[in-house]
């Protein structure tokens, strides 16, 4: 049996929603609706395309429809890597799915054996690997540390255990556990 189609309409439009438009998934980003002096109303938005990760401005006549994307969401945690796959193990079946870098996106930098990630399927094909916000990681290789330098001092780059490049303060050394906020590529503070 099909799974049942939900319709939205734009005036329905909210951050985070996703709809089947033009051949993919997007997302809304922002939304404004416009009700100008003439004319009917309508629904203008910015739309990221979960796939692809492409930004678009579209505009929707106010109250029109269009398929709602059903996106079914589980909990992984990545196990282990093999070759150039990366794979993860669903909580509740023990069912290994196995992804590549390109699937996952630039947060791979910060995937690390053990951590649990967010995965996001429409039609049972995976769209969107969505990491934790934050994750703690050590520190492999940065400059030394000089006596003096302060949190409002600067920054270095650090290498982390991931192999990511980050931005920190010059007090950080080597061996030291930092927390990373995955969204910003940012450093947030020690463990």
Same mark, same amino acid.
């Given at each position: 049996?099909?799974?049942?189609?939900?319709?939205?309409?734009?005036?329905?439009?909210?951050?985070?929603?996703?709809?089947?438009?033009?051949?993919? *998934?997007?997302?809304? #980003?922002?939304?404004?609706?416009?009700?100008?002096?003439?004319?009917? +109303?309508?629904?203008?938005?910015?739309?990221?395309?979960?796939?692809?990760?492409?930004?678009?401005?579209?505009?929707?006549?106010?109250?029109?429809?269009?398929?709602?994307?059903?996106?079914?969401?589980?909990?992984?945690?990545?196990?282990?890597?093999?070759?150039?796959?990366?794979?993860?193990?669903?909580?509740?079946?023990?069912?290994?799915?196995?992804?590549? +870098?390109?699937?996952?996106?630039?947060?791979?930098?910060?995937?690390?054996?053990?951590?649990?990630?967010?995965?996001?399927?429409?039609?049972?094909?995976?769209?969107?690997?969505?990491?934790?916000?934050?994750? *703690?990681?050590?520190?492999?290789?940065?400059?030394?540390? *000089?006596?003096?330098?302060?949190?409002?001092?600067?920054?270095?780059? +650090? #290498?982390?255990?991931?192999? +990511?490049?980050?931005?920190?303060?010059?007090?950080?050394? #080597?061996?030291?556990?930092?927390? #990373?906020?995955?969204?910003?590529?940012?450093?947030?503070?020690?463990?």
């Amino acid at each position: 049996m099909p799974a049942k189609i939900y319709m939205i309409s734009s005036n329905d439009f909210r951050p985070g929603v996703s709809i089947e438009w033009n051949n993919g *998934v997007w997302r809304v #980003i922002e939304f404004l609706h416009v009700k100008p002096g003439k004319g009917s +109303a309508f629904v203008r938005t910015k739309l990221k395309n979960v796939q692809t990760g492409n930004v678009v401005e579209q505009t929707f006549r106010a109250g029109e429809t269009m398929p709602q994307a059903n996106l079914e969401k589980s909990v992984m945690q990545h196990t282990y890597k093999e070759g150039d796959d990366f794979v993860f193990m669903d909580m509740e079946t023990y069912e290994e799915s196995r992804l590549n +870098a390109k699937q996952i996106g630039d947060r791979v930098k910060y995937l690390s054996e053990g951590m649990e990630v967010s995965i996001l399927r429409w039609n049972d094909q995976i769209m969107e690997v969505e990491l934790p916000n934050s994750v *703690v990681l050590e520190v492999l290789q940065t400059d030394p540390g *000089v006596k003096g330098d302060t949190a409002t001092g600067g920054s270095k780059p +650090a #290498i982390v255990s991931t192999g +990511a490049q980050v931005m920190v303060p010059l007090f950080i050394s #080597i061996g030291e556990r930092i927390r #990373i906020d995955t969204r910003e590529d940012k450093y947030l503070g020690r463990e």
